[in-house]
């Protein structure tokens, strides 16, 4: 018996329940389907473009990374080595330029942070010219220490035109070595042995 035959027999109500689950079924399969599979697809574009962003924002944080790297080696090289002591070294660059330091004060080393030392020295200027006033400070600056000028109270001398008192605070920082990153040295250098 074929498939027409088994239909024809059926009453007519049966045919019309069939005909009727007949047309869900092609509705499901012409409309549900395509739907849940448009849906399942954009949810998966959705989730694409959520990885795509966050890929976009990993290589520009890689970037920012990158700068941040350069940033701190450009520091540690700056304080790679430590600055002299600050009487010597404020002397040498005055004799440089021609200024005389008459007095000196060094102050007592206090913490900067959690790494950082600063030494600073308090130093007089008498009867000094602007142009040999700025050579000094631009030799200060130039020399490849971490040296900063702190504090500055320039004045006028008397009735002279280029003379001026000059009182400045100079500041020296160095870094100290973290006792963690010592200790793993001292054990990497164990275990070698």
Do not use: C, H
Request: no cysteine.
């Amino acid at each position: 018996m074929t498939l027409r035959e088994r239909f024809e027999q059926l009453e007519d109500r049966e045919r019309k329940l069939l005909l009727i689950f007949g047309a869900v079924v092609a509705f499901m399969f012409v409309l549900i389907i395509p739907t849940y599979a448009t849906m399942s697809v954009g949810e998966q574009r959705g989730e694409n473009e959520r990885i795509y962003e966050l890929i976009r924002e990993i290589k520009d944080e890689r970037v920012t990374l990158g700068r941040r790297k350069a940033e701190t080696k450009r520091v540690e090289s700056r304080y790679a080595r430590n600055a002299p002591a600050l009487a010597s070294f404020l002397a040498q660059a005055a004799d440089q330029v021609g200024v005389e330091i008459p007095e000196t004060q060094d102050r007592s080393t206090i913490p900067a942070g959690k790494t950082y030392k600063e030494r600073s020295t308090k130093i007089r200027l008498r009867s000094v010219g602007l142009l040999a006033l700025s050579n000094f400070l631009e030799k200060v600056d130039n020399g490849g220490y971490p040296i900063s000028i702190s504090r500055l109270n320039i004045k006028k001398r008397g009735t002279k035109p280029d003379e001026y008192d000059v009182e400045m605070e100079v500041s020296a920082f160095d870094r100290e070595e973290s006792k963690k990153k010592t200790k793993a040295s001292e054990k990497d250098e164990s275990d070698e042995n």
